[in-house]
Nanobody, 126 residues
Framework: QLQLVESGGGLVQAGGSLRLSCAAS????????MGWFRQAPGKEREFVAA????????YYADSVKGRFTISRDNAKTTVYLQMNTLKPEDTAVYYC???????????????????WGQGTQVTVSS
């Protein structure tokens, strides 16, 4: 079992930055591939970013590429999402998720992730 707790969300003006953290408790954090997803009101959940177990591979949605950076610290069992140049359309609840599967480096598909946090609200004002 893995428990995930996100933090770092809030209200920010367009063009600003936020850093989300996702603290994991449980066994063998370094064996999980990690991802960030978001869901805006009235919209489906969408992929944001993912990172492989050893940080060797990262993946981003086109909408955030060049603005967001995913990273992880396996010693601290934490994954981060640095968000820069935020836009109003980035407003959503952001979730971190963990994928325990042994194959592949990281997935953009939500159904690959078995563990989810409770989410943290990010609101970007124009």
């Amino acid at each position: 079992q893995l428990q995930l707790v996100e933090s770092g969300g809030g209200l920010v003006q367009a063009g600003g930055s936020l850093r989300l953290s996702c603290a994991a408790s449980g066994r063998a954090f370094s064996s999980y591939k990690m991802g960030w997803f978001r869901q805006a009101p009235g919209k489906e959940r969408e992929f944001v970013a993912a990172i492989s177990r050893n940080s060797g591979n990262t993946y981003y949605a086109d909408s955030v590429k060049g603005r967001f950076t995913i990273s992880r610290d396996n010693a601290k069992t934490t994954v981060y999402l640095q968000m820069n140049t935020l836009k109003p359309e980035d407003t959503a609840v952001y979730y971190c998720a963990a994928d325990p599967s042994a194959y592949g480096s990281a997935s953009r598909l939500g159904r690959q992730y078995d563990y989810w946090g409770q989410g943290t609200q990010v609101t970007v004002s124009s």
